[in-house]
């Protein structure tokens, strides 16, 4: 049987293409010049000086001083992206606190606000209006820094899918149309942001994205990424891409039973993970202030504060344990709180890994949990995302005169 064929791309959309590999091709080197730009992507140093030309008048990139090969020939004139014009709007909501973010599209954060607040305490409409107040406040600072979100990108807790929340238990949460909500609080204390475009997912998701694109894994590219907050995130990272599930809920790993006879979590079952190893859990049972405080307890050896992070880590354990041998990873990187947790989170936590992967790849020695990079929250996984939409298809959110 014949197959249909796809249609050809006419010659706007063969140029719209080119446009997006050549910005993408810069900004994965950080810096270079036509000539390299054209000899990676494989067009000629006209075409590529042409789409150069128009990524440098809408703003995309800047060209800074002159490079030398050592071989003969003129030297070349660097091209970087814009540390102006374009950028990604990054608001993540989580439990205890609200951060929102402006990146640009050198991957810098230029902006960023966080403010602590007992979100259980308020309504979702509420939390969202608080959140829009601090976004606008940050779009604000940004505009003043001549930089022009192209879109914003949600991170929220619990089950996500076609922009609203479907359950988030810790904070109480069901079918909130968080988008809806979000936009209409930041159009009415920016009216110029009206119709800015919106995206969200998970936090865990988020997070994981903003550790693909700029943490310190090198050339890892599957892995399961675990975010240590007042629950507990998880997100599952395949060859680069996030694997979702069918209706975009993978992940959760904070709601695996380890223990079935365990404390009732606020999902309705018993015995999560995050009933052992979430903040919330993990500072009332070494009856800690906060995290830092847990962490100088531990160092200082008070026995209630290492029993509760050696059974948090066992039950850690126990859960990727069973991820590690469904899903054949090459490393957990663990976020949140838990990189500050680690000396006292590990050893536990390493020793289940050992006894329970069948592979027996995951020995205590392995080197496979890592802890997540310092600057890579689901705030900068949000705003990454929104940038990795303008690298696929720049003219879409181009606001010079060369479209």
């Known amino acids: 049987m014949n197959q249909p064929t796809e249609p050809k791309a006419d010659k706007s959309g063969v140029r719209r293409h080119n446009l997006s590999l050549v910005l993408r091709t ?7 010049t036509r000539a390299a730009v054209a ?5 000629t140093r006209p075409a590529v000086s042409s789409l150069v030309e128009q990524l440098l008048e809408l703003g995309f990139l800047v060209e800074s001083g002159k490079t030398f090969s050592g071989q003969a020939g003129r030297p070349g004139t660097v091209l970087k992206p814009a540390d102006t014009g374009p950028a990604g709007l ?13 990146v640009d599209l050198t991957g810098t954060d230029r902006v960023r606000r966080t403010e602590r607040l007992d979100n259980r305490a308020a309504g979702a409409p509420d939390v969202l209006a608080r959140a829009a107040r601090i976004a606008a406040d940050v779009l604000d600072t940004a505009a003043a820094r001549r930089l022009a979100p192209a879109a914003a990108g949600l991170a929220l807790p619990g089950l996500v899918s076609g922009g609203a929340v479907r359950q988030a238990p810790n904070l109480g949460w069901y079918e909130v149309d968080a988008e809806r909500l979000f936009g209409e609080a930041l159009t009415a204390l920016r009216p110029g942001t009206a119709g800015l475009p919106l ?6 998701n988020m997070a994981a994205l903003a550790e693909l694109w700029f943490g310190t894994l090198g050339d890892l590219r599957t892995f399961l990424h675990l975010t240590g907050e007042i629950g507990v995130g998880g997100a599952i990272v395949v060859h680069g891409e996030l694997l979702r599930g069918a209706h975009g809920f993978a992940g959760e790993i904070g709601h695996l039973v380890v223990d079935a006879g365990g404390p009732r979590c606020r999902c309705g079952s018993r015995g999560c993970l995050e009933q052992y190893a979430g903040q919330a859990a993990l500072l009332g049972a070494a009856r800690a202030a906060d995290v830092t405080d847990l962490a100088d307890l531990a ?12 059974e948090a880590g066992r039950m850690l354990g126990r859960a990727l344990s069973g991820a590690v ?5 090459e490393a957990v990187v663990l976020g949140g709180i838990y990189p500050h947790l680690m000396p006292w989170l590990v050893p ?4 289940e890994l050992s006894d329970r992967v069948v592979s027996g790849l995951w020995t205590p020695d392995a080197g496979r949990l890592r802890p997540a990079s310092a600057t890579t929250d689901a705030s900068r996984g949000a705003a990454a ?3 990795h939409d303008v690298l696929a298809d720049p003219l879409a959110y181009a606001t010079g005169t060369g479209a």
């Open 199 to 204: 995206t969200s997912d998970n936090e865990a």
């Open 348 to 351: 536990a936590l390493a020793e």
């Open 385 to 387: 995302l929104v940038l």
């Open 39 to 43: 000899a990676r992507v494989g067009l």
């Open 26 to 32: 810069v900004h994965d080197a950080g810096e270079t």
């Open 90 to 102: 990054g608001v993540e909501i989580n439990v205890d606190y609200v951060t929102v973010c402006v």
């Open 299 to 310: 160092g200082a050896g008070e026995p209630r504060a290492l029993a509760a992070l050696a």
């Open 325 to 329: 041998n469904l899903l054949d990873p």
